[in-house]
């Protein structure tokens, strides 16, 4: 299956955690920004508040797509071990990336939320979304830190993601929604006609707009 947009991806990931819709406790935290155009079709759709959660990849050097590693919002670092052995990164190689990385995430962290404080996600059910699922380092580092937060329940939700890494993360997060798990995966871009980068204006605009139709949950975000 092809998805024409995010937008598209993001209503069939929409009704497949439908059973979320309607409920008090739900948060929607999007990774930005290609998951945030996602994450509105799914807010919106469940009739729940959404937030974004900063998360940067750290990508091998000379080919940035591929992951060594992520880091997130709360000091969390990921590193994916067997990407790192198999190129024989140095250690001094994964530090510097993920330097550049936190410069970068602390820019989003200003830019996309201000002022506001992030949401506070205890005792609540925390849907995380991206676009996709490809190796797993940046939702990792996400749900390691946002499990730091003591939500009630983390579900990650993604419109298309290697079987294997869906598989994997049914270990570390309480239920994963992956709408189609392709074979061969290849990357997923693939998967879309569209998979223009989302910018940093399309991001503010998602939430502006999604902001002023109230839907944030009043006095929690």
């Known amino acids: 299956m092809i998805f024409r947009n995010r937008r598209e991806a993001g209503r069939l990931l929409a009704g497949q955690l439908a059973h979320y819709a309607n409920r008090a406790d739900v948060l929607v935290l999007a990774l930005p920004r290609g998951g945030v155009p996602v994450g509105l079709e799914v807010a919106e759709s469940l009739r729940a508040p959404m937030d974004v959660f900063v998360v940067r990849k750290v990508g091998v050097p000379g080919c940035e797509e591929l992951a060594m590693g992520a880091i997130s919002t709360g000091g ?93 993360f049914r270990r570390e997060v309480d239920e994963v929604v992956c709408a189609v798990t392709p074979e061969p995966f290849h990357g997923v871009g693939q998967w879309y006609e569209d998979f223009t980068q989302t910018s940093d204006d399309e991001v503010h605009d998602i939430l502006g707009r999604f902001r002023a139709k109230s839907l944030y949950a009043a006095g929690s975000l």
Request: aromatic share 2%; hydrophobic share 40%.
């Open 76 to 168: 969390v670092c990921v590193r994916n071990e067997e990407v790192i052995e198999e190129l024989g990164i140095r250690g001094e190689v994964f530090e510097a990336g993920a330097e550049r990385e936190r410069v970068e995430l602390e820019r989003r962290e200003r830019a996309f939320r201000g002022q506001r404080p992030a949401p506070d996600v205890r005792g609540r059910t925390v849907i995380l979304v991206d676009d996709g699922l490809a190796t797993g380092s940046t939702m990792r580092a996400a749900a390691r830190a946002l499990r730091s937060q003591q939500p009630a329940r983390i579900i990650v939700g993604v419109p298309v993601g290697a079987p294997e890494a869906c598989e994997e």
